[in-house]
C-alpha cells in the first residue's frame, strides 16, 4: 500500500489553469497504475487521467487536450497540469494508485486513495 497526499487545488475563473499535485509514500511495486480521479456531489467517481510504470498516459475523453498527467519518479510526485477550465471541471479530485489498470485508470477495487483537493471554476 502507499499513502497519497494532493494539493493544488483551488478556485478559479474559467479558462485557467491550475497544478494539482500528489505526493507518493511507501512502494507502489513495479507494475503500478497512478492517476486521478474527480467526483462531484452524487456522482460517480470519473477516471480522469492515468500514467502507468512504462510511463504510458491515458485520458478520459472530457479532458483530451486539457490536461497533462505525469510523474516525478526522483521525488515521488504524479502531477496534474489542467488548462482551459471549465465550470464542468468542478470537483473533488482525488489521486489513486493501484498494481493494475482497469478501463485505463487505476483498477479502483484495488486502489490506495488521497483525501481530494478541491477545483472549483467559476
Known amino acids: 500500500h502507499v499513502q497519497l497526499v494532493e494539493s493544488g487545488g483551488g478556485s478559479v475563473q474559467a479558462g485557467g489553469s491550475l497544478r494539482l499535485s500528489c505526493v507518493v509514500s511507501?512502494?507502489?511495486?513495479?507494475?503500478?497504475?497512478m492517476g486521478w480521479y474527480r467526483q462531484t456531489p452524487g456522482k460517480e467517481r470519473d477516471g480522469v487521467a492515468s500514467?502507468?510504470?512504462?510511463?504510458?498516459?491515458y485520458y478520459a475523453d472530457f479532458v483530451k487536450g486539457r490536461f497533462t498527467v505525469s510523474k516525478d519518479i526522483f521525488k515521488k510526485i504524479l502531477y496534474l497540469q489542467t488548462r482551459n477550465l471549465e465550470f464542468e471541471d468542478t470537483a473533488m479530485y482525488y489521486c489513486?494508485?493501484?498494481?493494475?489498470?482497469?478501463?485505463?485508470?487505476?483498477?479502483?477495487?484495488?486502489?490506495?486513495w488521497g483525501q481530494g483537493t478541491q477545483v472549483t471554476v467559476s
Open positions: 489513486a494508485s493501484a498494481p493494475g489498470c482497469n478501463g485505463g485508470f487505476p483498477a479502483p477495487y484495488l486502489a490506495d
Open positions: 500514467i502507468d510504470s512504462d510511463g504510458g498516459t
Open positions: 511507501g512502494y507502489s511495486g513495479p507494475n503500478y497504475c
